[in-house]
């Protein structure tokens, strides 16, 4: 399985903020949108990702506060990424290695969308299922054995 497989049931909707933008106004998009992560862009090229893990240090840094911390100071500006075409399996490696929870999709320099590690365990767990089904099915049909009737 590829993470264009993932993309294609997940959908494209894509949320971004930029680089000097207030990180409070990046954490009250976050919040309101119920998402983990925003992917920042600059000059229409990734140069970041925003997660909440990068939010609470910010503030912890600050002392309890976001103040007026901006997105560039805050965000991994390093992230990991794949393709469409990485398979599944390097990505959860991939993502396990660093403790990433979101990565970026890339196809040459143009954002195909962002995956998470609740994505991939999610397409993990439903090609199982649907192995399994395929399995169980094919066990259920089995032929007879001539000498199991006698």
């Known amino acids: 399985m590829k993470v264009s ?9 894509l949320f971004t903020v930029q680089p000097q933008e207030p990180l ?11 998402i983990g992560s925003l992917v920042v862009i600059e000059h229409g090229d990734l140069v970041g990702m925003l997660t ?8 912890v840094r ?24 990485t398979e599944v399996d390097e990505v959860r490696r991939m993502m396990l290695g ?6 970026p999709v890339m196809s040459q320099r143009m954002l195909m969308g ?9 397409a993990v767990v439903d090609a199982q299922n649907f192995e399994n089904k395929m399995l169980k ?13 006698e």
């Open 137 to 149: 099915a094919y066990i259920r049909d089995w032929p007879q054995d001539e000498a199991a009737k």
């Open 98 to 103: 660093r403790h990433a929870r979101y990565m």
């Open 114 to 122: 962002v995956i998470s590690l609740y994505d991939v365990a999610k």
């Open 24 to 34: 409070a106004l990046a954490a009250q998009v976050m919040a309101e949108r119920d």
């Open 62 to 85: 600050n002392g309890g506060q976001i103040g007026t911390t901006i997105v560039r100071t805050a965000m991994d500006d390093a992230p990991l990424t794949c393709t469409p075409d």
């Open 5 to 13: 497989d993932i993309l294609r049931v997940k959908g494209n909707t």
């Open 52 to 59: 909440f893990r990068e939010v609470i240090q910010a503030v």
